[in-house]
């Protein structure tokens, strides 16, 4: 199926019913030298990563869970995240990681590196065992082995993601709580890192926080706490954070709360074309969060709280937490009269050592990037042999990766 696009969208959207749709749509865009952005919608993709003025490819209708075997999952690349999560929990198992975009399919999910606060995993690209794609000569690949950690984070510049099989765990109630706290106690005391998901809203300036973190359900749990109670506390938390900062306190569920992780922990946002998200060495965290404060007071700026969560590090190519344990940074701000300190924040995170996430805003090209990535070459080399013509490289992406 196709539609003519608007001049200010794509040329054509292709919207394929399977793969083999995919494979013609590959090689009738070659054959017109065109080039093909893959997108899990027709409109409404967050970020330049998954738009395009020449071939959009709808990948929506590729849905559906293939087979879940014991520990694994194998998954057609349009099937979202919400979706996939249903159908494991209603067979005992649920994902590792669950990022915060529950409408975002798994092939987006995977090939842009979506994390999702599990101290103890990587992002869900992480949790990759093989993809199998539709590449620039419109043949089609199962790829494991070596090329592996070049399609796990792939940006789209490897070839249309047509199924992934995904590692998957036995599924768990978590019960999730919130606690007000100096920023220093939460890192001096490991939090952090000790709990199976954590996130910390941190007011750079004073040095507060706000920190959220889940566990397993044990037999031996009391049963959750009135909703009078939970909200009690997150009056409380918010009292407390009010009073040290003049940003209105985070929000996000009342403490006790406790489901599947799908429930409970995405913090599902609108896509913000402001936001800037960076991955730093976790071991410096407090080190970047202290210069950050420090860098914005000195200037007589306010930054909005900065939401901070921690993952192990990866063996992707492209993944932000490439070769190292990783703490990312997500930086809010608003329009144009908050540039200054978005570009302030952002130097701040670029001088520790920090890349900046693939779904976020950031001016970054191909000399910054293969000095910040080890597996840069590595990953060039696998882009060569899937698509030596670029069919999937349009001119943003070539500002990204190179020609």
């Known amino acids: 199926m196709s539609t003519d696009a608007a001049a200010t969208g794509p040329r054509r959207t292709d919207r394929p019913l399977d793969e083999a749709g995919v494979v013609t749509a590959v090689r009738r865009a070659a ?12 409109a409404g993709a967050p970020g330049p990563l ?55 399919t798994i092939a987006g999910a995977t090939g842009l590196g979506m994390y999702g606060g599990a101290p103890g995993e990587g992002s869900l690209s992480d949790q990759v065992l093989a993809v199998r794609l539709v590449d620039g000569g419109g043949r089609v690949r199962e790829v494991i082995g070596p090329d592996l ?27 999730v709580h919130e606690e007000a706290m100096p920023v220093a106690e939460v890192l001096g005391a490991g939090r952090l890192t000790r709990h199976a998901w954590t996130e910390c809203d941190v007011a750079v ?25 939970g909200h009690a506390v997150s009056r409380l938390a ?33 896509w913000d074309p402001d936001l800037a ?22 200037r007589g700026h306010e930054l909005r709280p900065v939401r901070v969560r921690t993952g192990r590090a990866e063996t992707g190519f492209l993944h ?7 703490a990312y940074l997500r930086i809010r701000t608003r329009g144009p009269a908050e540039e200054p300190v978005r570009r302030l924040a952002c130097a701040v995170l670029e001088d520790a050592g920090g890349r900046p996430c693939w779904t976020t805003r950031h001016e970054w090209g191909p000399d910054e990037l293969a000095v910040a990535y080890p597996g840069w070459a590595a990953f060039a080399e696998v882009r060569d042999r899937f698509d030596p013509d670029r069919r999937f490289t349009d001119p943003h992406l070539a500002t990204v990766l190179g020609p």
């Open 277 to 298: 998200e960076w991955a730093v060495p976790r071991e410096g965290l407090g080190t970047v969060l202290r210069e950050l404060g420090a860098a914005v007071a000195a």
């Open 320 to 326: 932000p937490a490439s070769g190292r344990d990783t």
């Open 238 to 270: 918010s009292s407390w954070w009010s009073s040290r900062s003049s940003w209105p306190p985070p929000q996000r569920w009342a403490p006790g709360t406790a489901g599947p992780p799908h429930e409970v922990l995405p913090d599902p946002q609108p």
């Open 31 to 42: 054959e017109r030298g065109a080039t093909v952005r893959p997108t899990g919608t027709g």
């Open 149 to 175: 950690d070049a399609a796990r984070c792939g940006l789209g510049a490897l070839g249309v993601i047509t199924a992934v099989v995904l590692r998957t765990v036995p599924l768990r109630r978590l019960r």
């Open 50 to 104: 998954v738009r395009t003025d020449d071939v959009q490819l709808d990948a929506s209708a590729l849905t559906g869970v293939a087979e879940i075997v014991h520990d694994t999952v194998r998954v057609r690349g349009g099937e979202t995240v919400a979706d996939l999560c249903t159908a494991l929990a209603a067979d005992g198992r649920a994902l590792a990681v669950v990022p915060d975009a529950p409408r975002a």
């Open 205 to 229: 300036h004073t040095g507060q926080a706000i920190l959220r973190w889940a566990d397993p359900e044990s037999d031996e749990d009391v049963p959750p706490e009135p909703a009078g109670w």
